[in-house]
């Protein structure tokens, strides 16, 4: 079965109404939701990562700062905030420091992953090459964003990322996705899981459907439909 993790951010941003969101989307109950490490302050994303607890979803954290030091610190955010799965950051080490002790997966990012929006820079060698690395490290798999590349095709990087990783690793794919057609091509070259924010909140998933809860509708029977 493929995730729908849903993600309250916008422009990779968490979104200021965060909260007053996921009070609104309760009906959906949605297993995965999660937010960036950049747009509302701390105190907001302590109330928002209790607040998706108390649903019973599983919370999830993506850093995507751009220096090292702040993915670092955004990584000790994610400790503070007690969430289940922190995604990106490429310096597997350091995080993986930062994050002993606790309950925490971590999901870095594979490629070369520059700026903010952040695209993705990487040969499918290079995906694969990085998701072994990541398999010996004990990460529990990646972070692929692979709509956002700029030197290969999608789903050629999410095929590496997948041999990379073997059966056993869980293989998140992040950042523009909007159609029905990028999740069925996704769950055939193997991906486990996707993201999807901005396309649910500006409605560009669903056009025909106006309201928030229809277009998180409208994904979830797309991913129930794709197995």
Known sequence: MLDFIFMLTRQD???GDCLEVMDLIAPA?????????????????HKLADRIRATGAITYMEVV?????????????????????????TDVEAVQGIIKGTK??????????????????????????????????????????AYRATAAEPL???????????AGK?????GSVSTAKQINDLK??????????SAAFDGSYAPDRGHLLSQLAAIQADCAAAG
């Open 170 to 174: 869980y293989l998140i794919v992040a």
């Open 188 to 197: 055939k070259a193997g991906a486990d899981a996707f993201t999807i924010g």
């Open 13 to 15: 941003r968490t979104i």
């Open 104 to 145: 925490m997966e971590y999901y870095p990012f594979c490629g070369f992953p520059t700026g903010h929006p952040t695209k993705l820079g990487g040969r499918p060698d290079q995906v694969e090459q990085h998701c072994r690395r990541f398999v010996e490290k004990g990460c529990a798999g990646t972070d692929l964003l």
């Open 29 to 45: 109950k949605l297993k995965h939701v999660g937010f960036k490490d950049v747009g509302v302050p701390p105190a907001t994303l």
């Open 156 to 166: 050629d990087l999410v095929k590496a990322a997948r041999r990379g990783l073997g």
């Open 65 to 89: 700062s751009t220096t090292p030091e702040a993915c670092l610190n955004s990584a000790r955010v994610a400790v503070d905030l007690g969430i289940d799965r922190l995604l990106g950051g």
